[in-house]
């Protein structure tokens, strides 16, 4: 028996299901109820601890005939609404044709519209599968790293795979993104020896050596740029010190900086750059980094070609190949087989009243069967 399913009808029973990050439960159920009946195998599992977890992931397959498995990948948790919303973040609203709730774009409006997308393609076509985490906006520590280690326990392996982060800018379809910069934030811990002001000789201000490292890091040109990346850089987010008094010299100064690169670079080497030039300053200056991901990029070739192709068929518009942006999950997947982002429009994402164009879920369907059907000719 054959199913179809209203990508606007799916999106707006996903919206209603809160699911701020980490999210478990009932968004979960919303989504695995619309998959058993076209005919995938559902695998749901719950890993980790607080704070970073507990997160629910789902692994959802059906085998097909032909010889191509096809991947999507996707998150079902959001960033809290805020407040002040026109309407209540979570139940869902159409209004002048658009949808407006928490996660409409970023990213449930892309997995309800793969999942019509799929219900819309035969069976015997080839293998699909969805990679679906519950925890892809917070830390990710339980997210698709553990559901990667899922799919090799169980011999899941894609040839190619489509994230739907909401990568087009002014219409649908006009940006397909084929690469991220890496991430690490990187925090320095200079000591001293607090004393009062006005006698500096029985103190150590960790000011002044924080000031001078600070420096040292900002005077770093790191690249130039590629010739699908844009130039490296190092931006400072906070220094601290914490001193409520005026007249006493601090034990210790603080700051933290986040560097996004690109393929030219490695997170570690970055961290290992970053501490010596500290060290070069103050020795005992403490150094301690986190690599968000690295760099990656997944050159133009079959993958790209045909996603712009149905993209185009669709639209009538051939999309930017591009890598900028922030981090998504595709720095974790990019080491199973190549990946390329697309999905919605993302001038709402994370704001108040996100919304998606109903017009535009139908559309992204489409875009999305089109790749399939590319996929396994």
């Not at 076209?38 to 980790?48: A, K, P, S, Y």
């Not at 997160?55 to 809290?80: I, Q, S, T, W, Y």
């Not at 980094?289 to 185009?312: D, M, R």
């Not at 990946?339 to 164009?357: P, Y």
Request: glycine letters at 10%; one cysteine or more; charged letters at 20%.
């Amino acid at each position: 028996m054959s199913h179809s399913i209203d990508p606007v009808a799916l999106t707006h029973s996903l919206i209603a299901a809160p699911s701020i990050s980490p999210a478990t439960g009932n968004v979960f159920d919303v989504l695995e109820a619309a998959l058993i009946p076209l005919g995938f195998t559902v695998e749901r599992f719950i890993d980790g601890i607080e704070p970073d977890g507990p997160v629910e992931n789902l692994l959802a397959v059906r085998e097909g005939k032909g010889p191509v498995h096809f991947g999507f990948a996707g998150h079902l948790d959001v960033v809290p609404p805020g407040v002040g919303w026109t309407s209540d973040a979570f139940a869902p609203e159409i209004r002048s044709d658009l949808l407006y709730g928490r996660g409409a774009v970023d990213m449930k409006g892309a997995i309800a519209s793969f999942v019509a997308a799929a219900a819309a393609t035969p069976t015997e076509a080839g293998t699909i599968s969805l990679i679906i985490t519950g925890d892809e906006e917070g830390p990710a520590t339980f997210g698709t790293r553990a559901l990667m280690e899922h799919m090799e326990g169980r011999g899941v392996r894609p040839d190619m795979i489509v994230v739907g982060e909401p990568t087009s800018v002014n219409r649908l379809g006009d940006m397909v993104k084929i690469g991220r910069r890496g991430s690490v934030n990187i925090w320095i811990d200079v000591p001293g020896t607090q004393g009062h002001v006005a006698y500096p000789h029985l103190a150590d201000n960790p000011i002044p050596k924080l000031v001078k490292i600070l420096a040292a890091i900002d005077a770093v040109s790191l690249d130039a740029g590629t010739d699908w990346f844009q130039p490296s850089n190092i931006e400072f987010t906070d220094i601290e010190v914490g001193n409520g008094a005026t007249n006493v010299i601090p034990a210790s100064a603080r700051a933290r900086l986040s560097i996004r690169f690109n393929d030219q670079h490695r997170g570690a080497d970055l961290v290992a750059m970053v501490e010596r030039l500290a060290h070069d300053v103050e020795p005992r200056a403490k150094v301690l980094g986190k690599i968000s991901g690295e760099a990656f990029l997944t050159p133009p070739g079959e993958l790209s070609g045909l996603v712009a192709e149905a993209i185009h068929a669709e639209t009538d518009l051939t999309p930017e190949m591009s890598t900028t942006g922030g981090t998504s999950d595709a720095r974790f997947l990019h080491i199973l087989c190549p990946v390329v982002e697309f999905g919605l429009t993302n001038a709402t994402m994370h704001k108040l009243d996100e919304a998606v164009a109903v017009d535009d879920l139908h559309k992204l369907a489409a875009i999305y069967r089109g790749i399939l059907m590319r996929a396994f000719l």
